[in-house]
């Protein structure tokens, strides 16, 4: 089992920044690819970055070059940097945590933490 916490979230004026952070608990927080993903009103839940265990990351076309991951291990966090922000980026951001073993996966989520870029 592994327990999320997402914590960051608020209200900003467009073209700022806000950095999210998850804290982990409950397994070996290195072993997991962690991801944040997002959902808007009415819309789907969507993919927003990953970072694997390796830290090689993935990034969702709409957020290239704005937003960036990171993970600390031996704080057992990741981060999502936000910059250049946009009323489109409003949404409840998620943090994920994904593992494989073998042929079964182990998928955990936080709360979320509600993102507001308005003026």
């Known amino acids: 089992q592994v327990q999320l916490v997402e914590s960051g979230g608020g209200l900003v004026q467009p073209g700022r920044s806000l950095r999210l952070s998850c804290a982990a608990s409950?397994?070996?927080?290195?072993?997991?690819?962690m991801g944040w993903y997002r959902q808007a009103p009415g819309k789907q839940r969507e993919l927003v970055a990953t970072i694997t265990t390796g830290s090689g990351t993935n990034y969702a076309d709409s957020v290239k070059g704005r937003f960036t991951i990171s993970r600390d291990n031996a704080k057992n966090t990741v981060y999502l940097q936000m910059n250049g922000l946009k009323p489109e980026d409003t949404a409840v951001y998620y943090c994920?945590?994904?593992?494989?073993?073998?042929?079964?996966?182990?998928?955990?989520w936080g709360q979320g933490t509600q993102v507001t870029v308005s003026s």
């Open positions: 994920n945590a994904n593992r494989v073993i073998v042929t079964t996966r182990y998928t955990y």
């Open positions: 409950g397994s070996i927080f290195s072993l997991y690819t």
